[in-house]
């Protein structure tokens, strides 16, 4: 399972910044992928950005890309978001993710509101 914590408030102007972080309740070397997905009220979850446990280079979503960074800490079993630049239309609840390939599992952490005012 994953567990969302936030650095930092959960409202913040345009052009501010924000760090997430998601902390695993298990190994986060057991995960295959992980990272971020996003939701707004009526729409579907859309990728923000995706990391693999081989560190491979992260996949982000074309509307985050430049301004978005996925990483992880395998000490910590963490996985964090470093958001920049952020724009009104990112506000939406982000929501941390791991798959399991091994078991061919997804989890989900409980996700975090994050508001940009304009």
């Known amino acids: 399972e994953c567990s969302c914590r936030r650095l930092g408030g959960g409202v913040v102007q345009a052009g501010g910044s924000l760090r997430l972080s998601c902390t695993t309740s298990?190994?986060?070397?057991?995960?295959?992928?992980m990272g971020w997905y996003r939701q707004v009220p009526g729409s579907q979850r859309e990728l923000v950005g995706s990391?693999?446990?081989?560190?491979?280079?992260?996949v982000y979503g074309d509307s985050v890309k430049g301004r978005f960074a996925v990483s992880k800490d395998n000490a910590k079993d963490t996985i964090y978001l470093q958001m920049n630049s952020l724009k009104p239309e990112d506000t939406a609840v982000y929501y941390c993710?791991?798959?399991?390939?091994?078991?061919?599992?997804?989890?989900w952490g409980q996700g975090t509101q994050v508001t940009v005012s304009s």
């Open positions: 298990g190994s986060i070397s057991s995960l295959t992928n």
């Open positions: 993710w791991g798959y399991d390939h091994s078991i061919m599992t997804t989890y």
């Open positions: 990391i693999s446990s081989s560190a491979g280079v992260p």
